[in-house]
């Protein structure tokens, strides 16, 4: 069943707030003189953080024009009713591209506190169901309003 899901490099986890262009915290996981690897639920949640930040045609030169999501367009946008359902608009528009996902089971942005020092951050909860599996997989991801 995990071998449907994949093996890759793992990555250092960047600020989940970070625009996904920012690389700079972005680095291959070091283990014992050589380079860790992450394979099953753990792959696929990093290969959705990794969609999700990653700017929708920056790949574009590599073939993936469809890689990414258009997340980067809500930037400067406020917390409103409107950009959550955008943000959930592009979060299955982009997850729709991964083979690995059978279903977006649902996208849950944290609600909007007025006098919270994170109003220029949508806190998302991305549930998908990986496939060949029952169990969906959650993964949790910030996505930073302010450029």
Do not use: C, K
């Amino acid at each position: 069943m995990a071998e449907s899901l994949e093996t890759d490099l793992q990555l250092t986890w960047r600020s989940l707030g970070m625009q996904s262009s920012d690389r700079i915290a972005v680095d291959l996981m070091a283990e014992r003189s050589d380079l860790a690897l992450v394979s099953g639920r753990a792959n696929l949640a990093q290969a959705i953080v990794n969609r999700l930040l990653t700017r929708q045609g920056e790949l574009s030169l590599l073939g993936h024009p469809d890689y990414g999501s258009r997340l980067y367009l809500l930037v400067g946008e406020p917390q409103s009713r409107r950009t959550h359902l955008r943000a959930e608009f592009y979060v299955r528009e982009s997850l729709g591209f991964e083979r690995r996902i059978s279903e977006v089971v649902s996208v849950t942005i944290a609600p909007i506190m007025p006098r919270s020092d994170q109003r220029s951050t949508l806190e998302l909860q991305v549930v998908v169901r990986p496939i060949d599996q029952s169990e969906p997989l959650v993964v949790n991801i910030a996505v930073a309003l302010e450029g």
